[in-house]
């Protein structure tokens, strides 16, 4: 094994051919190797068309050779032909180059996008951004047990980048939820159950911002993400909201879809 780069830049580990010592092949696809072959091959044929033999043996063990050498160069030649796609299932082609893989990286960063571009829209109708101030329930120390306390908080950060069309409200959906993650900083002084200070917690945008076709939503399914997933509530949100340039680059979304989706292990 050795190291290269991969096309997204991250270090991969790599073949190293046992026959010739370049990177990125082995031996059973070498095209040295393949080369010799075919040229031992050649050399062996013209051999055995003549008289050249002294000796029985010599001629025999050519034509043992030849038999050896086809061998070797025919299971090079077919090493591959019968594989699958490991995307697709499908032979004659591998992941890399899978019409169905690059396909569906096209349609799924399409959604996303549209996804996006809508997402944006509804953090902005409510002032979801960083700087906005809200209110999030959190659990603190009371006597020898603990409270869930209403504190206001103001939104550090807004992970933008990792919201992708999977995130979408839909009619099947058990719960009524959104999966964008803030980071929020609590103003005020809040202990934990541990006796721990509290100043930085996680919390998750209201449901509404996922909804972005504005489908009806069953009161059942409000319920439960009301109680497993309630978001936090706007106290005073902000005019002006800018995700990052990354947010609507077709590249850097289809990158995303790749490894989260499409190449998810
Ligand atoms: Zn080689
Ligand atoms: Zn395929």
Same mark, same amino acid.
């Given at each position: ?132 101030? &809200?209110?999030?329930?959190? /659990?603190?120390?009371?006597?020898? #047990?603990?409270?869930? $306390?209403?504190?206001?908080?103001? @939104?550090? =950060? ?58 009806? &939503?069953?009161?059942?399914? /409000?319920?439960?993400?009301?109680? #497993?997933?309630?978001? $936090?509530?706007?106290?005073?949100? @902000?005019? =002006? ?25």
């Amino acid at each position: 094994m050795a190291y290269t780069y991969d096309e997204n830049g991250n270090y991969k580990r790599t073949v190293r051919c046992s026959h010739c010592w370049e990177k990125g092949h082995n031996k059973s696809s070498c095209p040295d190797r393949k080369k010799q072959l075919q040229a031992s091959i050649k050399t062996l044929k013209e051999r055995l068309a003549t008289d050249e033999y002294e000796y029985d043996y010599g001629r025999e063990n050519d034509q043992r050779r030849l038999v050896n050498v086809t061998e070797q160069l025919s299971k090079m030649m077919n090493k591959g032909k019968g594989r699958k796609c490991s995307y697709c299932d499908e032979t004659g082609h591998n992941r890399r180059s899978c019409p169905k893989r690059k396909q569906d990286i096209g349609i799924y960063s399409a959604e996303t996008r549209t996804y996006r571009e809508k997402f944006l829209e509804k953090m902005r109708e409510i002032g979801l951004g960083v700087g906005a101030i &809200v209110r999030e329930t959190i /659990r603190v120390q009371k006597d020898d #047990g603990f409270e869930d $306390v209403a504190a206001l908080a103001y @939104v550090e =950060s807004v992970d933008w980048l990792s919201v992708d069309h999977r995130d979408k409200w839909s009619d099947n959906d058990y719960y009524y939820k959104s999966n964008c993650n803030l980071g929020l900083r609590l103003l005020g002084d809040y202990v934990n159950r541990w006796g721990e200070k509290m100043s930085k917690v996680g919390a998750v945008a209201p449901a509404s911002v996922a909804n972005t076709d504005n489908l009806h &939503v069953s009161d059942e399914a /409000r319920e439960r993400g009301m109680r #497993g997933y309630p978001g $936090v509530e706007i106290v005073s949100g @902000v005019d =002006s909201i800018h995700p990052p340039k990354e947010f609507f680059d077709d590249e850097a979304i289809a990158k995303w879809i790749t490894s989260e989706i499409v190449d998810a292990k």
